[in-house]
């Protein structure tokens, strides 16, 4: 799980880092955390990270720059990626509650921060996505939760599989044959004994190969061309 944490006052900053390294240190969920002062450092990265967690106001920022509000930013990120974003927002401002309803803010922290609402958040929030579109993956001792859209593909070798992304991957102990199931789904196919891929990734493929939209390309059974060719279609309707 990604987590951006956007606040214009480095105090506040400042207090949810040490809150947020001291759960991660207590915690086997693999979890990474950024910082932001403004939302406009945040518009380039918005595919990185699964939760927000907003100042709603951004009052010093916003005078000098005209910096959008929280509840702004919350409502472009809901207009551009729908519910698959979730945003908690801090707060001096306890009222805030019908338009964090607007934009169905998962919920608020008031001001000051208390540790433990940070904690419950965190965890209520975990333990919400693990049975939807989350997939709980063990690496050696951790514990990942991974936003199943952000799989690009799965690949077997010997007795490890690996689950590739973007521009990364994980190795984890576990069958490919076990995950089949799991994400089928969510659109996902397996095309060859070696691979399960993603069909809403997929750019453009013929009886042999799949390019998907990072510039991969994943080896086809042709016998199942056909079935992949259904797969496409239903997973890709506009």
């Given at each position: 799980m990604r987590i951006a944490v956007c606040d214009d006052n480095r105090i506040i900053l400042d207090e949810i880092s040490a809150m947020l390294d001291e759960y991660?240190?207590?915690?086997?969920?693999?979890?990474?955390?950024?910082?932001?002062?403004?939302?406009?450092?945040?518009?380039?990265?918005?595919?990185d990270f699964d939760l927000?967690?907003?100042?709603?106001?951004?009052?010093?920022?916003?005078?000098?720059?005209?910096?959008?509000?929280g509840m702004e930013f919350a409502k472009s990120l809901r207009e551009k990626y729908g519910n698959s974003k979730t945003v908690i927002f801090i707060t001096a401002y306890p009222e805030i509650v019908y338009d964090a309803f607007e934009v169905r803010a998962y919920r608020f922290i008031p001001k000051p921060i208390i540790k433990e609402k940070v904690f419950r958040a965190i965890d209520d929030y975990l333990a919400s996505h693990t049975d939807t579109d989350m997939l709980l993956v063990k690496t050696n001792d951790e514990v990942n939760v991974i936003n199943i859209n952000d799989i690009y593909y799965l690949e077997v070798s010997r007795k490890d599989t690996f689950i590739y992304f973007k521009d990364s991957c994980i190795k984890c102990r576990r069958t490919i044959t076990s995950f089949e199931k799991e994400l089928e789904t969510y659109g996902f196919m397996r095309v060859h004994r070696s691979f399960i891929i993603n069909t809403r990734r997929i750019v453009s493929f013929d009886t042999r190969t799949a390019k998907l939209d990072n510039g991969e390309k994943i080896f086809?059974?042709?016998?199942?061309?056909p079935e992949l060719c259904e797969a496409y279609l239903k997973n890709n309707k506009k």
């Open positions: 991660l240190e207590n915690s086997k969920v693999k979890i990474s955390y950024s910082c932001f002062k403004s939302y406009r450092d945040i518009s380039d990265s918005i595919d927000f967690l907003l100042d709603y106001r951004m009052d010093d920022y916003s005078a000098k720059s005209n910096e959008p509000s086809i059974s042709q016998k199942k061309y």
